[in-house]
């Protein structure tokens, strides 16, 4: 046998089709790079358990001190829970369409170590304010998507994050999260969020928003917005 038809016969049982490997070899689904789960400092021995990155309304399962629940994250793909137990974390969801399991472990701090202002540094919040953009009473077109859109304004000292989170009207679940950064010299940050408003039976459209700002146990709610909608 010569050497050409030896390496043929040595590299035949690599040549298999993709369809003939066993469920046992298939690669599992990939978890989104995005997905993040942190415990955040935020005080004394006052925690916040912050999630994003996730899917829009994405479900997902909890695990932690004392905590087995499973819950919904907002429209944004983030969700976060004050009041969280010191310890360690997991958040478990299954990746769309797929139905394979998936599991992220959560970054946690050690213990004791806190900024006051919920994340690296500290930052001392002086005020929390929320500005109507899109004037009360604005003649919209009722048959197309409406959007209500606000300002919000953190306020503060020092260097560091600060994590913050709106609401609309009066449900408590978030639906825009994040953090924004201090340095020396910078005294504010401004936050737009656009929000939509639906016309429940045949009335105007309307609705507040909130900022909220767990390390300073501050809130800023803006006014009511109600639009008129256009007379066919």
């Known amino acids: 046998m010569n050497r050409h038809s030896l390496l043929t016969l040595l590299a035949a049982p690599l040549l298999i089709a993709p369809a003939a490997l066993t469920p046992a070899f298939a690669a599992p689904a990939a978890v ?44 944004e793909g983030s969700l976060q829970q004050d009041d969280a137990r010191y310890g360690k974390y997991s958040v478990g969801f299954k990746t769309g369409g797929s139905g394979h399991g998936n599991r992220i472990g959560c970054l946690t701090p050690p213990r004791g170590k806190h900024d006051g202002g919920g994340g690296k540094g500290n930052v001392q919040v002086t005020k929390v304010e929320v500005f109507t953009l899109t004037k009360p009473g604005t003649v919209v077109d009722c048959t197309k998507p409406i959007k209500a859109e606000f300002d919000g304004k953190i306020s503060g000292t020092g260097k560091g994050d600060v994590r913050y989170f709106w609401t609309f009207a009066s449900s408590a679940d978030p639906i825009q999260s994040g953090k924004v950064t201090f340095a020396p010299g910078t005294e504010s940050h401004s936050l737009f969020v656009a929000v939509p408003l639906s016309v429940v039976n045949n009335g105007s459209p309307s609705g507040f928003v909130t900022l909220h700002v767990p390390s300073a146990n501050m809130t800023a709610r803006s006014d009511q917005v109600t639009l008129t909608c256009a007379k066919p």
Request: charged residues 15%; aromatic residues 4%; contains cysteine.
């Open 32 to 75: 989104p790079a995005a997905a993040s789960c942190e415990l955040v400092a935020i005080g004394e021995d006052s925690y916040t358990l912050v999630l994003e990155g996730f899917a829009p309304g994405q479900s997902v399962t909890i695990n932690g001190p004392r905590t087995n629940q499973r819950v919904q994250v907002g429209q």
